[in-house]
């Protein structure tokens, strides 16, 4: 990554060509038309290759490491990522557009980004929030899931798609959607407290066991 606001990351280096990518920050993959324009243009400008990513993000690569700054001027946008282990992103599911939702989660999904997106935390973490049990979006990879179903929401913890694939742990369900947050702000703090560098929320719960990562958290 370029250091200091430049944000980028590099790319690879084709016939000794340094290129770079950046991903500007979308709150759970909503863009309003005027943002998506201006990344857009700001893209031709710099012949920029956007991708769409698997976070419901975008990303512009092929970018020159001197065009960064004045690329993110322009965009007039946050970075998705500034530091290596936070919390990276909150990814949600168009619920409250969806016939299978049993709630509309977006505002859920909102909130918990506000609160944690940024925060530093052992090893770099992913939230996934989902309006039904289909739980689109992959939440049972994510490292905290939510998701609603008709008796009410489910949390879920320690999900990865990493190296080392796990599939999250249903920590409780049928609450309301208060106490679910109250459940994820326990997670956090637990996993601040006790995770050591580098350790993702799966190996935690691995190393403690499932039933004493519960009774902490519960």
Not at 11 to 39: A, D, M, V, W
Not at 113 to 138: D, F, H, L, W
Not at 191 to 218: A, C, H, Q, S, W
Request: glycine share 12%; with cysteine; hydrophobic share 35%.
């Amino acid at each position: 990554m370029v250091s200091g606001a430049h944000h980028g990351n590099l790319q690879k280096i084709r016939n000794g060509r340094r290129t770079f990518g950046i991903t500007p920050h979308i709150p759970g993959g909503f863009i309003t038309i005027e943002t998506l324009e201006k990344i857009t243009k700001v893209a031709k400008k710099y012949n920029g290759v956007i991708k769409i990513t698997s976070g419901q993000r975008l990303l512009i690569t092929n970018l020159e490491g001197d065009d960064l700054p004045k690329i993110w001027e322009e965009l007039g946008m946050e970075p998705a990522v500034k530091k290596q282990n936070t919390v990276k992103n909150v990814e949600m599911c168009p619920a409250g557009y969806c016939k299978r939702s049993k709630f509309n989660t977006i505002g859920t999904g909102m909130k918990l980004s506000k609160k944690y997106q940024y925060m530093e935390v052992p090893c770099r973490t992913k939230i996934g929030v989902a309006g039904c049990r289909n739980a689109c979006g992959g939440v049972y990879s994510k490292d905290v899931g939510v998701i609603a179903d008709k008796t009410g929401f489910l949390v879920t913890a320690g999900g990865s798609a990493g190296h080392n694939p796990r599939m999250a742990d249903i920590i409780i369900q049928d609450v309301d959607e208060k106490e679910a947050m109250k459940i994820v702000d326990k997670i956090f703090g637990i996993y601040k407290e006790e995770g050591m560098p580098g350790e993702k929320l799966g190996d935690y719960i691995d190393r403690i066991g499932l039933k004493e990562f519960k009774d902490k958290v519960l």
